[in-house]
């Protein structure tokens, strides 16, 4: 089974697109995981609900909101049609999409893991002379680094595989918004369940390696803190 | 000198302490659970509800009435935490440079590795440590951040009794060398007497005694079920006696048999602890007795606490504490001011470290 010159560009349009998204939601992710883990009360549930919701509705849903906002007419569209930055059905469309629907993926996993850090580290750094800003460098980020990653592993894993909310507000359109999920899905509406197929076995290659990869990681962690 | 007048609310009682503590070394004595490490942790800026009053040397650390809270890291105070917190993600070395300025002496990194002997740790991970090596460690990092105050909280589990890991001698190092201010929580009222100028008694949450540390011990049996009262002898070895198994403690004009040590070199100092279960009391000069150590003396004082009574002796121009069962005290018929002779073993003198 080799890939084709038409599955090479789609892989890379796909990898493209998840990458992007990832390293944007990965400063926003952290941050936020970081504040949910260090402050209590309604606010903070209120905000994790919201934050956790593209996890549980689906996703065409979640694509019908994003291009309700961004239509022309919507509120973010008129100030984006003004700068004259066109987003839907273009490429950045996907990277939306599936930055949405990866964002919780990454602050649960690094919220838990900023949890787990004793307060006390946190209060001894400042007691030693570092400020807020450099404890967070200094003690909670090298102590949550595995969470972290963990949780981008995860969210780069499902920006792979985003297909409804990419599918309503960027389309499907070969070379330009086509990512794997979509192409699979279209090639199989077309007949062509065995150039489909090699989409699917690459996939599983990438999201296996991805979650395995998770695995190890989250397993040494856990290890380390019974021991 | 250190102002303080700092409330804050505890879910046991309200913690109120209002002292003003002139010595640079001051013992917090104090049952479990009396405040002794809310306090240190509202001088370092740790407790955000503290309120009140502190001056460290003059400056204005918190005065929450005029709206001044400066930040932990803002504080120059070096706390160093009954558990020792150190970072696990760092090595010693990590740990020992964690709090030092970017333009800090190398020196002061230098010393602090020397005086708390922990140069072959440097490059060890925490969770390889022992709780002493730990405790160390954590002085030492403390120490490199230049404090102009050190507070230190020793655990009740490192009163060991084989004596190891004991931070005390690396404590009277440090307080005789670098000259750094400390508060030290102890409960052990033997060490706080021996290393401390003044003591601070604390009894939920309110100062019950301040003052000196001689005094404060006193009444510890009373107020600390579980404060002990170790006599600790800070002295010089003496040279080596024919015998090898005894060298001599010199301590003032007095002279004590300890156990030789290998490593004992003579003029060199050394601290040694003396259980007070291990001071024998008599009421008639001691003769044909194995002991070593025969001093006469005179009772100062005498406490009754359950079962045990607790003798306060000066003997060799030290004071000493027994420990004798109650009944054992009132057959004696000790009083204060009583003549007696204090006996003590070769081999009850431990050294510390």
Not at chain 1, 34 to 56: I, K, Q
Not at chain 1, 72 to 86: F, M, T, V, W, Y
Not at chain 1, 151 to 156: C, E, K, P
Not at chain 2, 207 to 217: H, R, S, T, Y
Request: with cysteine; proline share 6%; net charge positive.
């Amino acid at each position: 089974m080799t890939l084709t010159a038409d599955d090479f560009s789609i892989l890379l349009l796909t990898l493209r697109a998840a990458a992007i998204a990832t390293l944007l939601i990965l400063p926003v992710g952290i941050l936020a995981a970081w504040h949910l883990a260090r402050h209590r009360g309604t606010g903070r549930t209120l905000l994790e609900t919201l934050l956790s919701l593209p996890l549980v509705l689906p996703p065409t849903a979640v694509g019908l909101l994003l291009l309700e906002a961004l239509r022309k007419s919507g509120p973010l569209g008129r100030l984006l049609d003004r700068a004259g930055i066109e987003i839907l059905f273009t490429w950045k469309a996907v990277v939306l999409a599936t930055a949405v629907m990866s964002f919780p993926l990454l602050v649960r996993p690094a919220r838990t893991a900023f949890e787990e850090i004793d307060p006390r580290l946190l209060a001894m750094g400042r007691s030693l002379g570092s400020g807020p800003a450099s404890v967070f460098r200094r003690v909670a980020l090298p102590l949550a680094w595995r969470g972290i990653l963990g949780g981008t592993l995860l969210a780069f894993s499902r920006a792979l595989g985003e297909f409804g909310a990419t599918i309503m507000i960027a389309g499907s359109i070969p070379g330009r918004t086509q990512t794997m999920a979509l192409a699979i899905f279209q090639r199989t509406q077309i007949g062509q369940d065995r150039a489909a197929m090699r989409l699917v076995g690459v996939t599983v290659v990438i999201a296996f390696a991805a979650v395995w990869t998770t695995e190890v990681l989250t397993r040494r962690r856990a290890q380390k803190a019974a021991a | 000198m250190i102002e303080l007048d700092v409330a804050l609310p505890l879910p046991q009682f309200r913690l109120h302490v209002a002292a003003t503590l002139t010595a640079d070394t001051v013992a917090v004595l104090g049952p479990s659970g009396s405040g002794k490490t809310s306090l240190l942790e509202a001088i370092a800026g740790l407790r955000p509800k503290a309120s009140g009053r502190i001056t460290l040397g003059g400056e204005v650390v918190m005065d929450t009435a005029a709206g001044v809270f400066l930040p932990p890291e803002r504080r120059r105070v070096g706390y160093v935490p009954q558990d020792s917190c150190l970072f696990p993600h760092l090595d010693i070395r990590g740990n020992v440079r964690f709090g030092m300025a970017r333009g800090a002496r190398a020196r002061i990194f230098d010393e602090a590795v020397a005086i708390l002997e922990i140069a072959p740790l440097l490059d060890r991970f925490p969770t390889t440590l022992s709780g002493g090596e730990r405790q160390r460690v954590a002085l030492a990092r403390a120490i490199a951040t230049e404090p102009r105050l050190l507070l230190l909280d020793e655990p009740l589990a490192a009163v060991d009794p084989l004596l190891k890991g004991k931070i005390l001698p690396y404590l009277l190092r440090v307080r005789d060398t670098l000259e750094i201010p400390f508060l030290y929580v102890t409960h052990n009222a033997g060490e706080a007497r021996a290393v401390a100028r003044e003591a601070l008694v604390l009894r939920e949450g309110a100062v019950m005694f301040a003052g000196a540390p001689d005094e404060a011990l006193r009444s510890m049996s009373l107020v600390d079920p579980e404060a002990r009262f170790d006599n600790i002898l800070s002295g010089l070895l003496g040279k080596a006696s024919g015998i090898r198994e005894t060298g001599t403690l010199v301590v003032g004009e007095a002279l004590f048999a300890v156990p030789a040590e290998e490593t004992a070199r003579p003029g060199a100092g050394a601290v040694f602890s003396v259980a007070p279960e291990d001071v024998l009391v008599s009421t008639r000069p001691l003769e044909g007795i194995s002991a070593r150590n025969v001093h006469p003396g005179k009772v100062i004082s005498c406490e009754a606490s359950g079962g045990t009574a607790w003798i306060r002796i000066t003997a060799a121009q030290l004071e000493w504490t027994a420990r004798l069962t109650r009944p054992a005290a009132e057959e004696l018929g000790l009083a204060p001011g009583r003549e007696v002779w204090i006996a003590v073993k070769t081999h009850a003198f431990r050294r510390l470290r």
